[in-house]
């Protein structure tokens, strides 16, 4: 076989081979054209033998490049292979060690799935394995364990309430996820029975609010503030506000918690309030899961009523119903306990689907209204009341008063009673229904906005019959709530300088794989559009339950609150473990 034996010389060295003469010239011509000593080289001739075994000449550049380049990938190689042994090295060391730390509860590498999923349905982040703690300190553990690691290590912890989220908020890459409702070894603690003036009710971070119902009316007692649905958890819905139709008067949940037990991304497990550790305790409410991990949370209680009287009116004018949520909002005297409001945009027979839980005050003049295709706006208030006589009597007295003053179209005001329980867990029912025809697990791209009450009706000119054209896939949620509630030091973000603003929440659900206006690309589309009108217009709102994508778009959210929020982040979570699916911070 024929060697392909290559002979490179150095041009500095003599040549063997009679056509060193070439050389000579080349070497006087560079000298005469003042041509540095290393282009010489690189422009030189070099004797290479070819497979018949003839001497030919190769320039030395083209052949130094070459090598050149061999040496360098192969260097580059080394180094990543290098990089890649170690990064295994650390990773199959991380998860020996972690597998080998002492837990009461277990870590699961293999069934990981579940938690690589959220109510949006839209991201999916496949964890390396799901924490189910029996003990804070099992969290405590891993989180410290992870912490020793240091920084160079990718691993990230994600709580996991119910996975409510919309965009992977409770999700990581190759990190660990925290199956919070693991967490309730202890039973809920509730204080203050019997006529406390203070009573409250201690809960597991991972314990669902309708369990926290169930447990504090056993006692006549309840939470003070809601969500509308209450199969979320409690550190869920601490992270972000806790909204619901009771805010205006309580404020959000995070304004009604008077404790918290936090495990931080240290490891270091903390109790603070608004008098120890002040600084966690307000930077953990709204904080979104940024800078520990809520194991335990003390919830304010007021006593209960056992039944509810619960309205809805319909208007045509959005500003009419607006100035009329404003006015019982704004109200001294609890003329009702929960207010909120809906738009109903291209529907037709939702008054029939009311008539079933609902009753017409007026059913002749109900049944001939028409909306002729026009946008209502819907007012649902609700009115608390013990079940005695007496105190029926009272409230209907009250509520006729409290009607008198709102400007609704008389023949659409429609009531039901029904026990306290029944009114707060009513998204369950709908819940129930659409799980049953296999609605409840579809994409959900919804978008919350706050929106600043002085330019809530340029908003809804602009965005309720124009961008969105249709609430027949979802509803559109629409009430005011008071600033004033909210606590501005902490980590949860409002509009500027307003004393009232809005939450509209844009609920639409995506049928699975159309391509069309219901499908989950056209919906993310119109959210967009909704967003860039605001932007154009200069509406100030801010995103609740936020999603972006920069830290531009993160920084802006924040406003005034950022600097403080960053400062939280170095002093709680250095290495930016913690709720890594937030997408502000990486490690
Ligand atoms: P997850 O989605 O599991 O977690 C949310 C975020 O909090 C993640 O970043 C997670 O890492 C972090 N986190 C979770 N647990 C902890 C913890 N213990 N400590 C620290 N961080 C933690 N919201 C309202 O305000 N008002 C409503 O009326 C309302 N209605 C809703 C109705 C429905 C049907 C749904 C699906 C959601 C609703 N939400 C509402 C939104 C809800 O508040 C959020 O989805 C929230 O994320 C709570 O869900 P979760 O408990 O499943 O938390």
Redesign the pocket.
Known sequence: MASKAIYITHCRQPSPHPDSHNQKILVASAIQNRISFSTFCFNTLLPIRNQEGHMKYLHACFLRKRNMIIVRSFTILLLLSCIAFKLACCFSSGISSLKALPLVGHLEFEHVHPASK??GNRYQLLALAVLHPKSVSDIASVIRHIWMMGPHSQLTV?????????QG??QTRHGIVIH?ESLQPQKLQVHGVGGGPTPFVDVS??ELWINILHETLKYGLAPKSW???LH??????L??????GQAFRHGPQISNVHQLEVVTGKGEILNCSERQNSDLFHGVLGG??QF????RARIALEPAPTMVKWMRMLYLDFAAFARDQERLISSDDDKFDYIEGFVIINRTGLLDSWRLSFTPEDPVEASQFKSDGRNLYCLEVAKYFKLDEDGKDVMNQEVKESLSELSYISSTLFSSEVTYQEFLDR?HVS?MKLRSKGQWEVPHPWLNLLVPRSRVNEFAKGVFGNILTDTSNGPVIVYPVNKSKWDNRSSAVTPEEEEIFYLVAILTSAVPGSTGKDGVDQIVKRNQRILEFSEAAGLGLKQY?PHYTTRHEWRSHFGPKWDDFVRRKSRYDPFAML?P??RIFEK
């Open positions: 959220d109510f994600a709580a996991r309430g119910r996975g409510h989220s919309l908020q409770a919070m971070g991972g969500t509308d649905y979320l958890t409690v550190g869920g819905t992270s972000n506000a806790g909204i619901s979104l899961g520990g991990i809520i194991t998204v819940e339950l709720a699916g937030q």
